[in-house]
């Protein structure tokens, strides 16, 4: 199983930045999937989860209303739409795959990308 996230970058407060994540090995339509994040010094934090069909999503608070997560399954892709970017939003953002319904929590999740990061200046 292989998740290869990618689409970060540097941009100012209150740009976009849209992430994606490209799964192979898997039969992707069988498990949620989430996005988390991690800034240097602190915990790997959740950021949203998509069902496995897509039906249903939820996301962290300070995300709500700037962030849209969305997946295709005919393309085994997961994507994160940020716009009106923070500098609190700065991390390591990484996609994971779970099977059996979605979780907030890392340890639900069997498969990790790598990370991609995002720096968003003040």
């Given at each position: 199983?292989?998740?290869?996230?990618?689409?970060?970058?540097?941009?100012?407060?209150?740009?976009?930045?849209?992430?994606?994540?490209?799964?192979?090995?898997?039969?992707?339509s069988?498990?949620?999937?989430?996005?988390?994040?991690?800034?240097?010094?602190?915990?790997?934090?959740?950021?949203?989860?998509?069902?496995?069909?897509?039906?249903?999503t939820?996301?962290?608070?300070?995300?709500?209303g700037?962030?849209?997560?969305?997946?295709?399954?005919?393309?085994?892709?997961?994507?994160?739409?940020?716009?009106?970017?923070?500098?609190?939003?700065?991390?390591?953002?990484?996609?994971?795959?779970?099977?059996?319904?979605?979780?907030?929590?890392?340890?639900?999740?069997?498969?990790?990308?790598?990370?991609?990061?995002?720096?968003?200046?003040?």
């Amino acid at each position: 199983v292989q998740l290869q996230a990618y689409g970060g970058g540097l941009v100012q407060a209150g740009g976009s930045l849209r992430l994606s994540c490209a799964a192979s090995g898997l039969t992707f339509s069988n498990y949620d999937m989430g996005w988390f994040r991690q800034a240097p010094g602190k915990e790997r934090e959740f950021v949203a989860r998509i069902s496995a069909l897509g039906s249903f999503t939820y996301y962290l608070d300070p995300v709500k209303g700037r962030f849209t997560i969305s997946r295709d399954n005919a393309k085994n892709t997961l994507d994160l739409q940020m716009n009106t970017l923070k500098p609190e939003d700065t991390a390591v953002y990484h996609c994971a795959a779970k099977p059996g319904g979605g979780s907030n929590y890392p340890d639900g999740y069997n498969y990790w990308g790598q990370g991609t990061q995002v720096t968003v200046s003040s």
